[in-house]
């Protein structure tokens, strides 16, 4: 019989193109994925891969599986969760604890949905930085979920006894004044934006660290105008003409007019958005509500573009 959390593994690893991607995303070892993509292939009797000592390519019969996998599993989860509300009328209280960007904009989608009346989850929102909503796990009481996000290897810390499920990526964007005359499709380095006024994160945070060293490494040295950690005044001020600044695409879903986003290629960085929560709290309708999420997330990020 196959097992659903492999199904769930292969499709990060094809999408994603090697087991140590897909390892990082679903919070495993990347031994741990060749183990369960063996034990697949042993179940399905089928060669889901073509490995060598430099790389691995889904075979094709691992690209039709991966086709097939995310409405199977999203079939399992619902009827998991419809034989719960069978069993259990009563809805299940949920402690979220979840970043002022997913509060804003990915939130009240979910809880528009018609999809969301039939959880049965009785939630309770706490609105906070990732920081702060992690302690909220750590002390064991006050949250059951939290969504957090994290800029590259930055220093967030969360306890390992945690389930980690990945929902999406918030791909920062160089948005520009509009003013300065630059269009949308312009081919811009990095270094052409060197010395141009810029609005940045505030020093010394683990966001502004990652940032920096990845402005170091394109040669784009910023003459910096304004420290901002809120995008969304970032986005007033460089409407204004006062300067450029680097702003992840949930935030531009309700840019201002006036601004010019740009894509520059060597400038790659996202919010990368997890799902953390003790194992005892992962029932079927907490995963039902995290597969929301992570749909809305990556519905919304296009729209953003």
Request: charged residues 20%.
């Amino acid at each position: 019989m196959v097992n659903p959390v492999h199904l769930r593994t292969l499709v990060e690893v094809v999408r994603l193109g090697s087991f140590a991607a897909a390892a990082t995303r679903l919070g495993y070892t990347a031994s741990a994925v060749s183990q369960q993509m063996s034990a697949l292939e042993r179940d399905t009797g089928v060669d889901l891969f073509h490995r060598s000592a430099k790389s691995i390519l889904p075979t094709e019969a691992a690209v039709v599986m991966t086709r097939h996998a995310s409405k199977v599993l999203t079939d399992i989860e619902a009827l998991m969760a419809a034989a719960t509300r069978t069993h259990d009328v009563t809805s299940q209280e949920l402690r979220l604890g979840i970043f002022p960007s997913l509060a804003t904009y990915v939130l009240p989608k979910i809880l528009q949905k018609p999809a969301w009346k039939d959880l049965g989850i009785d939630l309770r929102v706490s609105v906070a930085e990732p920081s702060q909503t992690i302690q909220g796990l750590r002390t064991g009481g006050e949250l059951d979920l939290a969504l957090v996000y994290q800029v590259g290897q930055s220093g967030l810390a969360w306890p390992h006894t945690l389930n980690r499920q990945w929902i999406g990526d918030d791909n920062f964007r160089v948005v520009l004044p509009a003013a300065w005359g630059i269009r949308t499709d312009a081919k811009m380095a990095a270094d052409h934006l060197s010395e141009m006024p810029w609005i940045v994160h505030h020093p010394g945070t683990s966001d502004a660290t990652v940032i920096e060293r990845l402005f170091a490494s394109c040669n784009l040295h910023p003459r910096v105008v304004a420290y901002s950690d809120d995008f969304h005044a970032s986005l007033e001020m460089a409407a204004a003409g006062l300067g450029a600044a680097l702003v992840p695409e949930l935030a531009l879903l309700r840019r201002p007019p006036g601004v010019v986003v740009l894509d520059v290629p060597e400038i790659r960085l996202a919010r990368n958005v997890f799902a953390l929560l003790f194992n005892e709290k992962k029932t079927a309708r907490v995963q039902l509500f995290v597969d929301l999420l992570a749909e809305t997330l990556s519905n919304l990020g296009s729209k953003g573009k």
